[in-house]
């Protein structure tokens, strides 16, 4: 896949802007609690948590607990949702669902199961980017950039590092 530079939305200097501003907001909302879950869907949402987790450590010292989701995007019930590390505890905790783009809201909505089958104190969403498509009464808690697009168009994101780091409309 060919990016193109004039069709970056996001360059690396806004897109960690945006991940502090998340990572103050979602402190604020919680601030009393003595630490988080933030649970990434693989595999930008993963990436995306593993960013949000460094500047909360900046901003507030609370422990963070990393998981990582993986889910089959297209046919979420033909295939399993697994949560690594598996036997990580839930109950009474709150619970931070990381991924990159909010479209639809399908994959939020299969990878949230997961986290409904024990007590957990609160599931907040974050996304990077807010395309306002959704099929599934799924919204951003914490949202870094809304942006309106048409359906024809996507948003690739990359979070891995070198020149490419940003999100794009392709």
């Given at each position: 896949?060919?990016?193109?530079?004039?069709?970056?939305?996001?360059?690396?200097?806004?897109?960690?802007?945006?991940?502090?501003?998340?990572?103050?907001?979602?402190?604020?909302?919680?601030?009393?609690?003595?630490?988080?879950?933030?649970?990434?869907?693989?595999?930008?949402?993963?990436?995306?948590?593993?960013?949000?987790?460094?500047?909360?450590?900046?901003?507030?010292?609370?422990?963070i607990e990393l998981a990582s989701i993986t889910l089959?995007?297209?046919?979420?019930?033909?295939?399993?949702?697994?949560?690594?590390?598996?036997?990580?505890?839930?109950?009474?905790?709150?619970?931070?669902?990381?991924?990159?783009?909010?479209?639809?809201?399908?994959?939020?909505?299969?990878?949230?199961?997961?986290?409904?089958?024990?007590?957990?104190?609160?599931?907040?969403?974050?996304?990077?980017?807010?395309?306002?498509?959704?099929?599934?009464?799924?919204?951003?808690?914490?949202?870094?950039?809304?942006?309106?697009?048409?359906?024809?168009?996507?948003?690739?994101?990359?979070?891995?590092?070198?020149?490419?780091?940003?999100?794009?409309?392709?």
């Open positions: 896949m060919t990016f193109d530079e004039k069709n970056r939305i996001l360059d690396r200097n806004q897109i960690m802007q945006k991940i502090k501003r998340m990572a103050y907001e979602l402190y604020e909302n919680n601030f009393e609690e003595k630490d988080f879950l933030l649970a990434g869907i693989q595999e930008n949402g993963y990436l995306l948590a593993q960013l949000l987790a460094t500047e909360l450590q900046n901003i507030a010292g609370v422990k089959n995007k297209i046919y979420p019930l033909e295939h399993p949702i697994l949560v690594e590390p598996a036997n990580i505890n839930l109950e009474q905790r709150v619970v931070i669902l990381v991924d990159d783009v909010l479209n639809t809201g399908k994959t939020l909505a299969y990878a949230m199961q997961a986290f409904l089958k024990t007590e957990v104190k609160k599931v907040e969403t974050v996304t990077l980017i807010n395309r306002h498509h959704t099929l599934y009464p799924i919204n951003a808690t914490y949202t870094g950039l809304s942006l309106s697009t048409t359906l024809q168009e996507h948003i690739r994101v990359v979070l891995t590092e070198g020149e490419r780091f940003g999100a794009y409309l392709i």
